[in-house]
């Protein structure tokens, strides 16, 4: 008996979700690098994080509803980038841009927990 699964698992679809929202961070940091896509290796870089985290968030998707994948790799991405900038380009974060920061994770999570509950309480989803 073989059993077809056309759709992750939403295990494993959390875990692509969160690979894409780390590409997405490498993604803006080498678009920031690359000064203009000046920067050879910068804008090469750029394109293979762009390429990963495109691949990563649609594998993400076939088994999370878009609205909430696409806000958490947004999230992940927007909160990534402020922070790994200020380390690497020398980019000063600072008190209310890590306060809004610290309201984008915040809300991350409350989405998370509310696709948890969602899960448990209706069950595995069917494929369309």
């Not at 200020?86 to 600072?94: E, M």
């Amino acid at each position: 008996m073989s059993i077809h699964r056309t759709r992750p698992g939403k295990g494993r679809a959390w875990t692509m979700l969160l690979l894409a929202g780390a590409f997405e961070i490498g993604y803006a940091l080498s678009v920031a690098g690359s000064q203009a896509f000046t920067q050879l290796r910068w804008s090469i870089a750029a394109g293979a994080f762009f390429l990963l985290t495109l691949y990563a968030l649609s594998v993400a998707l076939k088994a999370i509803d878009v609205g909430i994948g696409y806000a958490v790799w947004a999230g992940i991405g927007s909160v990534g980038a402020a922070v790994f900038g200020g380390f690497l380009l020398d980019q000063p974060l600072t008190f209310p841009q890590a306060f809004w920061l610290a309201v984008i994770i915040a809300g991350v999570i409350w989405l998370k927990l509310a696709d948890s509950v969602q899960l448990q309480t209706s069950g595995e989803r069917t494929p369309a």
